[in-house]
């Protein structure tokens, strides 16, 4: 990173504009996803609705590392109503990453070159996790565009050495943390990228942005059984060791340029690619923290390292700009069954919407319904009309008046007798092969259907299991 005022200034339209329309041009390709929502999205719409008395309680007792989208999200219901609740819901994503597509551009421009930054951006712009995320209803990807603005301010703000654009600085990076959390991750990354000069006042501004993140670390520490589904690193960590070793290679290739030509974009580049995600992993031995979407930033110092190594490229001659240009090409063709594929009902863990769907054609009036585990009530925080005539046999206090995400349960004992009181049930449940809960309630449910039951029959939607059961020769 050039630490000398003077560097070159990128030319901001020409550069920035292409990689933005297509971002939003494939943020609204296909956003509705044929009018599916999975559960977590069903969690920001639940808490949207929800009035600000009831979020803010609500948030002292869960998901406050969300909180402050939850608010941007209550306000866009609040303007815009449900004329068309998935693209309010998603429009937030889709403009944020457009807007770091953008941002990424001139950045690569600030960093190497023009074209480095223009390919940069739309590299950015392809990549699958991106463009996933930039259809959904949660914070990750306006994380991840304050992220890659905060990276563009750093920059100019050790080129210029203005304290008015350090403030600039640590000021998008505080409206990232709140955000996630986890966006402080990326201020350590920027401080390593810093060059000796400007690092005692990194450090500085790091410590206010940790300051003003505190009172929220404190309280989602005292939430933190919210993540204890994060059992290790799974299949994310496939995804980010590919992306990873690209991003590596380019490096490699972009060390055979002089330093002079190269510029800093590499150093900066890997910082950010690979220093949030590995502080991650390492914290696993102690608590399992790794999911992809968590650092999704990341991707950012992947698509600056890949634009940087195309640019070299197509500055060759001969075979080596022709292979650099077919390679292009087939990339992009190899990523369009992906990005179809991003864009349907099953690219996502469940479907809330064919969840609803099931539940209301398998229940009568009176039935009873469960949910199994209790967390699984998301299901129906979207449609409420598709429980209508049931009974939740396990709830206790539904999750506005409880303060809580998906209700409070009864005691074992009391959902026992509600459950043996029954004489037909819908179990709405996770499919065959997932963890069981082992808590009381949990196994009180799965005792008294074993013993008093028989399943009717089975209707297996993408994440979820809903069955019918009755009292033997009732079905």
């Known amino acids: 990173m050039p630490d000398t005022p003077g560097g070159p200034r990128p030319r901001p339209y020409p550069t920035a504009l292409p990689p933005a329309v297509l971002s939003l041009a494939l943020g609204l390709w296909g956003v509705r996803r044929g009018g599916s929502m999975w559960r977590d999205e069903a969690v920001s719409y639940d808490m949207a609705h929800r009035s600000l008395p009831d979020l803010w309680a609500t948030l002292g007792q869960a998901d406050a590392v969300h909180g402050l989208y939850y608010l941007l999200l209550h306000g866009l219901f609040g303007v815009f109503g449900d004329a068309d609740p998935l693209l309010v819901l998603r429009l937030p994503s889709v403009l944020a990453t457009a807007v770091a597509s953008g941002t990424l551009a001139l950045l690569g421009c600030r960093l190497a070159r023009p074209r480095a930054g223009l390919f940069a951006g739309g590299v950015f712009a392809l990549l699958p996790p991106v463009q996933r995320y930039a259809q959904e209803g949660r914070s990750y990807a306006l994380v991840c565009a304050l992220v890659v603005w905060a990276s563009y301010l750093l920059v100019w703000a050790v080129e210029t050495r203005s304290r008015r654009v350090w403030a600039g600085y640590g000021a998008v990076m505080v409206a990232a943390c709140l955000l996630h959390e986890f966006a402080v991750l990326a201020v350590v990354a920027h401080l390593v990228a810093l060059p000796r000069s400007a690092r005692r006042t990194g450090l500085r501004v790091a410590a206010v942005v940790c300051g003003c993140l505190a009172p929220l670390a404190v309280v989602s520490m005292g939430q933190s059984a919210q993540v204890a589904w994060i059992g290790g690193v799974g299949g994310d960590l496939a995804g980010f060791a590919g992306v990873t070793v690209l991003g590596l290679v380019c490096a490699v290739l972009l060390r055979r340029d002089p330093p002079a030509r190269r510029g800093p ?211």
């Open 265 to 475: 974009l590499t150093g900066f580049a890997l910082a950010l690619l690979v220093l949030p995600a590995l502080l991650l992993l390492l914290s696993t031995p102690f608590k399992p923290l790794f999911v992809d979407r968590y650092v999704l930033y990341g991707h950012a110092g992947a698509a600056l390292l890949i634009g940087a190594a195309l640019d070299r490229l197509l500055r060759a001659r001969g075979r080596i700009r022709a292979v650099a240009v077919l390679a292009a090409g087939a990339a992009v063709l190899v990523l369009l069954p992906a990005g179809l594929s991003l864009r349907t009902p099953q690219s996502r863990p469940d479907d809330v919407t064919a969840v609803a769907e099931a539940v209301r054609a398998a229940g009568h009036d009176g039935d009873g319904v469960l949910y199994m585990p209790s967390r699984r009530r998301v299901w129906s925080l979207v449609d409420p009309g598709s429980v209508r005539g049931l009974r939740d046999l396990a709830l206790d206090r539904r999750p506005v008046a409880s303060h809580t995400l998906y209700g409070t349960e009864l005691p074992a004992a009391e959902i026992r007798a509600r459950i043996s009181a029954a004489a037909r049930l819908v179990v709405v449940r996770d499919p065959v092969g997932q963890p069981l809960d082992q808590t009381a309630q949990e196994q009180a449910k799965r005792r008294v259907l074993a013993e008093h039951f028989v399943r009717c029959g089975t209707r297996r939607v993408r994440g979820a299991e809903i069955s019918v059961y009755a009292r033997p020769g009732r079905c």
